[in-house]
């Protein structure tokens, strides 16, 4: 037979289109083909493949013009996981095992030159976008994707450590498909989904009661948060140790964190189920914090999917960078368009920004002298748009702790202790609005409030004398909503929006 058509999977987000791999051989001029629209890295696999064939004690058809196929032509495809389907399709279209067994498999793998197999990026992705499409299928991939795969429900998953434990799977004498025919060749077990990994306490930050707060009304209600304050204050620990207040995730936002690591390349299973903390320098770009790329790739705000993005040294990212921020602080996805298709990420993340005051850091210090002048401060203050700081919530100072009161071992409340808090204003939330504060929207937020008369006098007073735009209003009113759970009150009282109204602060600069 001189045709053979193999079934693999591409990547497109989470989404993981069907690629059939067809490969003929004719007679003519000796040479490897590949075609439909593939990268640099899939165009790679002709050399990978004729020497994997050829140091597995194959034999490659030298003296054939093969063509190889990647259908559909439109798709663009990229990495080396098409060099197994790539090379199985060249022993079936040469004979040399039994085409027929290749229905109803699907492959995926990179080849080294000695035919082991490496693992290839977004297995879990791939495994999960099949039982959505509820396509019937089975996976071959490399040992380590396959592990990673089989985390997925309900998936049937199988692992190979060589070209031949496949090959042997498939000669034309093989009866049935055995997984116990070798140790290179095995149906992957659901593995066991449980973190090992712990977070850092909160109780290892002394003092900076008004910040935990803030974080506290942040993680209970899911809003961003920028931290004000000098070097040294405490602001990064505070971040770092942020993830740990969260409720744990559910079993749909654990796989769905999973497949975005899968996709990155940075998934590990010992972290199964923790919310991440994405901390990229304040030199990344605009692609590497939102996405980008051809085909598109997602970035750091999809990495911290149901976890929390921080971003040290705010003003010093590049301007463009946080001005794409806009839309996922809003809607919790990022689309990346190009002129032949776009690709949409989930982005639901929690955002921690920390900054100092000004160039130096120590505007507005007790304990050291600013040497920046106002100007200066105005110029490094305003690197942050009005728009962007619109869409943080919570806007709060961590000042400096004087050195009495971090040497003090006064008891500090643990993450498990302030969570137990949150978890519980989270659900009465749940149970009145099926959502989180941050995400009431229109109409939802008008009749989920319950704002007393006082409060809402409050709220239109505020709102009048401190130049609020619609969008800040309604920021301060779901957080007043949180403060609200958090203090188990059916109602929002002006003591609750008074709270709200110290968090909505924009930046100020003035003179020393």
């Not at 070798?182 to 977070?199: C, F, K, N, Y």
């Not at 901390?279 to 705000?301: C, D, N, Q, R, Y």
């Not at 009113?477 to 958090?486: F, G, H, Y």
């Amino acid at each position: 037979m001189s045709l053979a058509c193999v079934q693999s999977r591409a990547l497109l987000g989470l989404q993981a289109p069907s690629v059939t791999v067809e490969v003929h051989l004719a007679n003519g001029l000796p040479s490897l083909s590949l075609v439909g629209l593939a990268d640099l890295e899939v165009k790679e696999a002709r050399e990978r493949v004729r020497c994997a064939i050829a140091n597995s004690g194959l034999e490659f058809p030298n003296n054939k013009r093969i063509t190889v196929n990647l259908a559909p032509a439109d798709l663009p495809k990229d990495s080396g996981r098409f060099d197994l389907p790539i090379a199985l399709g060249i022993l079936a279209a040469s004979g040399q095992i039994d085409a027929k067994k290749l229905q109803g498999w699907e492959f995926a793998g990179e080849l080294s030159l000695s035919g082991a197999l490496r693992p290839v990026r977004g297995a879990l992705a791939t495994s999960l976008a099949l039982q959505m499409q509820h396509a019937a299928v089975r996976l071959v991939l490399p040992m380590e994707s396959a592990a990673e795969a089989a985390c997925a429900p309900q998936a049937e998953v199988y692992g190979a450590q060589h070209l031949l434990d496949v090959v042997a799977q498939l000669l034309p004498c093989t009866a049935t498909l055995d997984p116990t025919t070798s140790a290179g060749w095995q149906r992957m077990p659901a593995p066991p989904v449980t973190a090992h990994a712990t977070l850092a306490d909160i109780s290892d930050v002394k003092g900076q009661a008004s910040a935990k707060r803030a974080l506290e009304i942040a993680a209970a209600g899911q809003h961003g948060v920028l931290m004000v304050g000098p070097p040294g204050s405490g602001k990064s620990m505070l971040a770092q140790r942020f993830a740990g207040l969260l409720p744990p995730m559910s079993a749909h936002e654990a796989l769905e964190s999973a497949a975005i690591a899968s996709l990155c390349g940075r998934f590990k299973a010992d972290q199964w189920g923790l919310r991440r903390t994405a901390s990229p320098h304040h030199t990344a770009s605009a692609v590497a914090l939102v996405g980008g790329g051809s085909p598109p790739k997602p970035g750091e705000i999809s990495y911290a999917h149901h976890g929390t993005l921080f971003l040290d040294e705010f003003p010093e990212f590049a301007r463009n960078a946080l001005e794409a921020l806009r839309e996922p602080l809003e809607t919790g996805r990022i689309t990346i368009a190009r002129a032949a298709h776009s690709t949409e990420f989930p982005a639901q993340f929690q955002l921690i920004a920390a900054m100092n005051p000004c160039p130096c850091g120590f505007w507005g210090s007790t304990q050291r002298a600013c040497r920046c002048t106002p100007d200066q401060v105005a110029r490094y203050q305003g690197k942050l748009s009005g728009p962007l700081l619109d869409r943080i919530d919570l806007h709060i100072e961590v000042a400096a702790l004087p050195a009495q009161e971090l040497l003090s071992a006064s008891n500090e409340e643990s993450s498990t202790t302030i969570r137990s808090r949150i978890v519980q204003a989270r659900e009465r939330a749940m149970a009145r609005q099926a959502c989180s504060n941050q995400q009431l929207q229109g109409d939802a937020l008008d009749r989920f409030l319950h704002l007393q008369d006082s409060a809402h006098q409050l709220v239109r007073k505020a709102g009048e004398r401190l130049g609020w735009s619609a969008r800040a209003t309604h920021r301060a009113l779901r957080v007043a909503r949180t403060i609200a759970d958090l203090a188990h009150s059916d109602t929002i009282a002006s003591t609750h929006v008074a709270e709200a109204m110290q968090y909505r602060r924009a930046l100020l600069h003035t003179a020393k």
